[in-house]
């Protein structure tokens, strides 16, 4: 198995271009169900999640074709088309390697009149229900069966229609697949308490190009005017704002400054208030953001919830750079009921680190130290290789799979600002 070896201490110095987010790339992937025309998607992450997604959708019928990037940009370019839709089952051996399959049962239903998806389970960091997911295709009027591990929705016979989905919590799996199911349902369709997730709003644009009516893009109440049908489109992944704030991190542990091409402020505010506030120096250049770290990093106290606020999935991040801050930080997470994973890892690189309930106490301490680390998670294994820059030492992180699903050549990305980081292949 690939691990990743990392003699840490160096500060980063260069660019570091920013490529497509993972998390709007598989909503936006799906909504090629939606059409018999073609949807094409321009800086497409090359990622091991969008390749299972595009395999899912084969099974599905859809063809797919992908060409290389175009001048100026980074991702790839890949064009889907559900011509006819050859099968409404995603199968168990797909789902429960990529939860974000949940993400066809929306649009397949809307599109076919039915839809069977495995239930995706749990995984490192909670169970993962989607209870919410199934209550906003109800609310448009299919009806729900679970059986044998799988969810079965139906259309009625004639076609899914408008009405008010009101969620209870904030979810954006669920908020993207009740846009999804509502864009080809007749008649209007209110989603309250939507997720905000920039993500989200990168999915309605994509779907008004599709020739979906939506309003109230980035609030928290969505009305969609249902169309009979959706036309073919072209359009391009925003950038990851996750992977943006991943290296800003990289930039306050090292020391060092990195100018992260293409990263878009407006999607990321609690991020750069949260690095300003542990002392970053952040500057704001033509389609870049330039974070520079003084060696000095300030304790901070942050909680994770929905966008706006503070993301969860920069918790991992923030607490490997808060590791070795001046103080003490308390970090809280909201979300996800098992997302301290990294703690025992980051421990024994020689962080202090007390985890209480929600809660984990950061006490800073003056340097970490290199050692053999096991990735459990995405986000838990950057926290992993963001420590690893900074310990003194060697640092080894094993299962890196968990890297590839969501870090687009990571090791290329960071040996070009100056790290020593390498993939070892696995005895
Ligand atoms: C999306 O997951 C992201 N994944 C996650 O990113 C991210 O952490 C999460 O949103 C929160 O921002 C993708 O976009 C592919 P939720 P999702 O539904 O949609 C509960 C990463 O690292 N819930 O907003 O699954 C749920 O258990 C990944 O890139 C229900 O109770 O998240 C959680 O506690 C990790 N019932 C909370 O809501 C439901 O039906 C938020 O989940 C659905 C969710």
Same mark, same amino acid.
């Given at each position: 198995m690939d691990r990743i070896v990392i003699q840490g201490g160096k500060a980063l110095q260069g660019r570091i271009p920013i490529s497509g987010a993972k998390n709007a790339a598989l909503t936006l992937m799906p909504c090629a169900l939606l059409t018999d025309e073609p949807l094409t998607l321009r800086n497409l992450p090359r990622l091991a999640d969008v390749d299972s997604f595009g395999h899912l959708l084969n099974e599905l019928g859809v063809a797919t074709s992908v060409e290389g990037a175009r001048k100026g940009e980074f991702g790839r370019v890949m064009t889907f088309r559900a011509a006819n839709i050859a099968s409404t089952v995603a199968p168990y051996d797909i789902v429960r390697k990529m939860r974000a399959s949940i993400l066809v049962l929306g649009p397949?239903?809307?599109?076919?009149?039915?839809?069977?998806?495995s239930l995706p389970g749990g995984c490192a960091i909670g169970n993962r229900p989607i209870d919410l997911h199934l209550k906003a295709l109800q609310a448009l009027g299919a009806e729900i069966e679970l059986a044998a591990g799988y969810v079965k929705a139906t259309a009625p016979p004639g076609g899914l229609t408008g009405g008010t989905i009101s969620f209870p919590t904030v979810s954006v799996?669920?908020?993207?697949?009740?846009?999804?199911?509502?864009?080809?349902?007749?008649?209007?369709?209110?989603?309250?308490?939507?997720?905000?997730?920039?993500e989200i709003t990168d999915l309605a644009q994509c779907l008004i190009a599709m020739g979906a009516e939506i309003e109230g893009l980035r609030s928290d109440t969505l009305t969609v005017h249902g169309k009979d049908r959706l036309h073919g489109a072209t359009y391009a992944v925003m950038p990851d704002r996750i992977e943006t704030g991943s290296y800003a991190c990289a930039a306050?542990?090292?020391?060092?400054?990195?100018?992260?091409?293409?990263?878009?402020?407006?999607?990321?505010?609690?991020i750069l208030s949260g690095l300003a506030d542990a002392g970053a120096l952040i500057e704001f250049k033509p389609g870049a953001i330039k974070v520079t770290g003084d060696g000095a990093i300030k304790p901070l106290s942050i909680s994770t919830a929905p966008f706006p606020a503070f993301p969860t999935d920069m918790q991992a991040q923030f607490m490997a750079m808060l590791s070795l801050a001046r103080g003490t930080s308390l970090l809280t997470e909201t979300i996800f009921?098992?997302?301290?994973?990294?703690?025992?890892?980051? $421990?024994?690189?020689? #962080?202090?680190?007390?985890?209480? @309930?929600?809660?984990? !106490?950061? =006490?800073?301490?003056?340097g970490?130290? *290199?050692?053999?680390?096991?990735?459990?998670?995405?986000?838990?294994?950057? $926290?992993?290789?963001? #420590?690893?820059?900074?310990?003194? @030492?060697?640092?080894? !992180?094993? =299962?890196?799979?968990?890297?590839?699903? *969501?870090?687009?050549?990571?090791?290329?990305?960071?040996?070009?600002?100056?790290?020593?980081i390498e993939r070892v292949g696995g005895d």
């Open positions: 397949l239903l809307a599109r076919a009149g039915e839809a069977t998806v799996g669920a908020t993207e697949n009740a846009l999804m199911t509502a864009v080809l349902a007749k008649g209007t369709t209110v989603i309250e308490n939507a997720a905000r997730e920039p306050m542990l090292t020391g060092g400054s990195l100018e992260l091409v293409g990263a878009r402020e407006d999607s990321m505010h609690a009921e098992n997302r301290y994973m990294h703690v025992p890892e980051l $421990s024994r690189m020689g #962080a202090d680190i007390e985890v209480r @309930g929600r809660s984990a !106490v950061v =006490r800073g301490v003056e970490l130290v *290199g050692a053999p680390v096991m990735a459990t998670d995405l986000r838990a294994s950057m $926290s992993l290789v963001l #420590a690893g820059l900074a310990a003194k @030492g060697e640092t080894q !992180v094993n =299962r890196i799979y968990h890297l590839d699903r *969501g870090y687009e050549r990571l090791e290329e990305k960071l040996q070009a600002v100056g790290a020593e």
